[in-house]
């Protein structure tokens, strides 16, 4: 190849190469990363707004608190007095029965027994919820 035939075709070739369309556009490219800046901008303004409604409902609470704190507390002399209410009477508004520690056992024995029963669970008997109960009775 002579160096003429090789001038002639760098010559070409930059030629083609300079009227090559450019295939980013640098307008394009600055109108984008305007739209991006603008858009986390707005994104912002999200936060604000959540930290402002945080506040008021903070605000709210708070001076809820200071009401109930301001509030004027009952005198325990002005409460009525209560009746004493003896223990048989108690048990028999309630419909409690006294049972002897024995009647209480063999109650005891029998729930473990239903309960494993309805639970299918041969090992209940052996739980630690009922042993502890057995033990500190």
Same mark, same amino acid.
């Given at each position: 190849?002579?160096?003429?035939?090789?001038?002639?075709?760098?010559?070409?070739?930059?030629?083609?190469?300079?009227?090559?369309? %450019?295939?980013?556009? %640098?307008?394009?490219?600055?109108?984008?990363?305007? $739209?991006?800046?603008?858009?986390?901008?707005?994104?912002?303004?999200?936060?604000?707004?959540?930290?402002?409604?945080?506040?008021?409902?903070?605000?709210?609470?708070? %001076?809820?608190?200071?009401?109930?704190?301001?509030?004027?507390?009952?005198?325990? @002399?002005?409460?009525?007095?209560?009746?004493?209410?003896?223990?048989? @009477? $108690?048990?028999?508004?309630?419909?409690?029965?006294? $049972?002897?520690?024995?009647?209480?056992?063999?109650?005891? @024995?029998?729930?473990?027994?239903?309960?494993?029963?309805?639970?299918?669970?041969?090992?209940? %008997?052996?739980?630690?919820?009922?042993?502890?109960?057995?033990?500190?009775?």
């Amino acid at each position: 190849m002579d160096d003429k035939q090789l001038e002639t075709r760098l010559k070409k070739l930059k030629t083609t190469y300079n009227d090559m369309p %450019a295939r980013s556009n %640098a307008d394009k490219i600055t109108k984008a990363i305007i $739209k991006y800046k603008a858009k986390t901008k707005s994104f912002h303004f999200s936060y604000v707004a959540s930290l402002i409604g945080v506040g008021m409902i903070a605000g709210v609470l708070i %001076a809820g608190i200071f009401q109930q704190s301001q509030a004027p507390l009952d005198s325990p @002399n002005d409460e009525p007095k209560k009746q004493e209410i003896s223990l048989e @009477n $108690k048990a028999q508004e309630r419909n409690y029965e006294y $049972k002897t520690f024995e009647e209480l056992e063999d109650y005891f @024995n029998k729930k473990v027994e239903d309960t494993t029963k309805r639970l299918g669970y041969d090992g209940f %008997a052996a739980s630690d919820l009922v042993l502890n109960v057995s033990d500190s009775l």
